[in-house]
């Protein structure tokens, strides 16, 4: 029967997912046959008996090409994660518990994700944000227990503990990790535990694995729940759309406190049997890492990478000269849309082809991507996850999907998911009424279609999250800060589009009546109020008046284009002879940006070359006046 794939067969029931109809038939078989784990701690039981004493994790301490590497099989992985389950159920932590993480990506991050996933729950936390930030989230988990990097010059993570303590609603038992030997350190209180795990190791499905925060102002946090099903099935089906397995390398830069880092590769690559390569605690920031990218790919014979745009285009200009290395299968890119120029190019000088994923946290990382065996289409975001449903719907006048008036093939409108992946919820009841949509439909925020052979084209986001290097920015904790300043009457806060980042925080401020405040003065005295170093606006707009709809709402689509034709102007005045650069005009459609340059004169073939190479990078559709 066509439609039929033995699971013993292969490892995994695997054969090749390549289109809409492979995806079909594995979604008519019975679930339980395709993905037989019910936990993420199953994951790894069944990885550590299926590959013996293959390397799960390879970490270079230092993320250079000369590195002394620390490896663990998946048995040693398995070891570990069962002595640290123990350590946090000793500590108290029961299943309904959390165990928060401040840690960078490490070994001990792994060790520590899975092990608060079997005894409890885990909710790793990005440890940049504020210390008054960290105990909100703190607080509003139930932690009790934090594990955190102990004194490192590199991160500042254990200078914000005693705050954390002090403002934190309930007594915290903080374990230090990575730090010199010691009795209250990880390694010596897991090294004192048992081997075998004295946790309940039968997890049901639909148990909380983990909760990750995304979004929220300070005050009210935004935690998204993940069952043990949402993950495992993130992390079983993308390694089927990478069609990976044991004889694979993933090479993994992303924070552990991101959705991409923590599920869509790594437990991915557990799932599948396959290892990681960790470079070094400051991933893909650690620009020795950069300098020394494909020697370290070649060394290690790594054949997955990952990035998003950002880390994309730091690689072209890094490497110049090209020459990616033989064996590499693909690099997946997410958190961003990934211009088709760029990728085009990434592929033409380093050989590797770029396949999309699009996610979100509500959907553990994943709800479609492009299979590895599937040519790349500028703008298509893949098919669907298996068992999982996208719908695009018209917005309701409350704005969100309507399930109840569905469109048709190619027609733009509003995104929604529902699957397996899609998270039970938030932390706060109170959130998920806005998000959950009948039919258990959850609306993504986003615009798209779906096209005729079933692929997704995300368009653009409805709703306002800054994106900067893949990491998500709310604009309510910009604008909560600004409101602090006494001479500020109106402020919104949106994306400038940024060839590194993708998008960079700015905000436009109206005074109130006879105040004039400079924006540096304003930026400085509210910077405090910001709880993350990264949504600390780059620039300030002062304007007479804000754009408002007919409800007295500022009109963000106005702002996001001013701020864009700003920009664009400044840094293609900045390449051109002066006069060069007549007019940049910009409009958003349907969540994207469409931008039109005029040149004088208009043919002018070099100017159109430097306008073409700068925007290229950027996530923007754009044309000149007059063709």
């Keep these: 029967m066509p439609d039929t794939i033995d699971p013993a067969s292969q490892p995994q029931g695997r054969r090749p ?21 019910r936990s993420t701690y199953e994951l790894l039981v069944r990885s550590a008996r299926l590959h013996g004493d293959r390397t799960a994790l390879v970490y270079l301490p230092e993320g250079t090409a000369g590195d002394e590497p620390r490896n663990l099989t998946f048995p040693a992985l398995l070891d570990a994660v069962n002595r640290a389950g123990n350590l946090f159920r000793s500590l108290g932590v029961g299943r309904g518990d959390t165990v928060a993480l401040l840690l960078p990506a490490m070994p001990e991050t792994v060790v520590a994700f899975f092990a608060a996933q079997a005894a409890g729950r885990v909710m790793p936390i990005n440890y940049m944000l504020s210390a008054e930030h960290i105990a909100e989230l703190i607080d509003h988990a139930g932690a009790s227990v934090v594990v955190a990097l102990g004194p490192d010059p590199a991160f500042p993570i254990w200078d914000k503990i005693p705050a954390i303590r002090r403002l934190a609603a309930r007594p915290l038992q903080v374990v230090r990790a990575g730090a010199a030997d010691g009795p209250d350190t990880l390694a010596t209180l897991m090294a004192a ?32 729940l993940h069952s043990h099903r949402n993950e495992v099935h993130v992390a079983w089906f993308a390694g089927r759309i990478y069609d990976v397995g044991p004889d694979d390398l993933f090479l993994n830069g992303f924070p552990f406190f991101h959705v991409a880092g923590s599920i869509v590769l790594a437990a991915a690559a557990i799932a599948a049997g396959a290892g990681t ?27 997955v990478l990952s990035g998003g745009p950002t880390f994309v285009s730091t690689l072209l200009a890094q490497h110049p000269g090209g020459g990616g290395v033989p064996g ?13 120029e760029l990728a085009a190019r990434f592929e033409e000088r380093f050989g590797v082809p770029i396949r999309s994923i699009y996610g979100m946290t509500e959907a553990a990382g994943m709800i479609a991507a492009v299979p590895r065996h599937a040519p790349r289409r500028p703008g298509s975001s ?59 439909w959850l609306a993504t925020g986003d615009t798209g279609r779906i ?16 994106i900067r290097g893949g990491h998500n920015i709310d604009p309510l904790v910009i604008e909560e800060a600004l409101m602090h300043h006494p001479d500020v009457e109106l402020c919104a806060a949106v994306g400038e589009p940024d060839r590194h ?13 006879g105040r004039s405040a400079a924006p540096d003065e304003i930026l400085e005295s509210v910077r405090r109020h910001i709880p993350e170093l990264a949504a600390v606006p780059k620039r300030l707009y002062l304007m007479d008046e804000m754009p408002l709809t007919t409800t007295g709402k500022v009109f963000k689509p106005a702002l996001r284009q001013a701020a864009t034709e700003r920009v664009l102007m400044r840094d293609l005045s900045a390449l051109l002879p002066d006069g060069r650069i007549r007019d940049i005009s910009c409009r958003e459609e ?24 700068h925007l290229s990078m950027l996530a923007l559709a754009f044309d000149f006046a007059g063709g």
Excluded at 22 to 34: E, F, G
Excluded at 453 to 460: A, N
């Design 501 to 513: 980042a993708g998008e960079l925080p700015v905000a436009f401020l109206k005074l109130k009546p």
């Design 17 to 37: 997912i390549r289109d809409a109809a492979d995806v079909a038939a594995l979604a008519r078989l019975d679930y339980d046959d395709v993905v037989p784990v």
């Design 382 to 440: 893949g098919w669907p996850l298996p068992y999982c449903d996208v719908g695009v719907f018209a917005a309701g006048e409350d704005g969100r999907p309507d399930p109840g008036r569905p469109l048709a093939a190619g027609t733009a409108g509003a995104l929604a998911v529902r699957g397996p992946n899609v998270t039970p919820g938030y932390g706060s009841t109170a959130l998920n009424g806005s998000a959950f949509l009948p039919g258990g």
């Design 590 to 613: 349907q969540g994207q940006r469409k931008v039109l340059i005029r040149l004088d004169p208009p043919g002018h073939e070099e100017s159109r070359r430097i306008v073409v190479e």
């Design 277 to 303: 390569l960790i470079p070094s605690r400051l991933g893909m920031r650690n620009k020795a890492f950069v300098r020394d990218y494909w020697t370290i790919v070649e060394r290690w014979g790594v054949t």
């Design 328 to 340: 590499v299968k693909a690099l997946y890119g997410g958190g961003s849309p990934m211009p088709g």
């Design 193 to 224: 535990q048992p081997a075998e795990p004295i946790f309940e190791t039968a997890i049901d499905r639909d148990a909380i694995a983990a909760c990750f925060h995304t979004g929220g102002s300070t005050g009210a946090p935004k935690l998204v």
């Design 451 to 466: 096209d005729p052979d079933g692929q997704i084209v995300v368009l653009g986001r409805s709703k306002d999250v800054i």
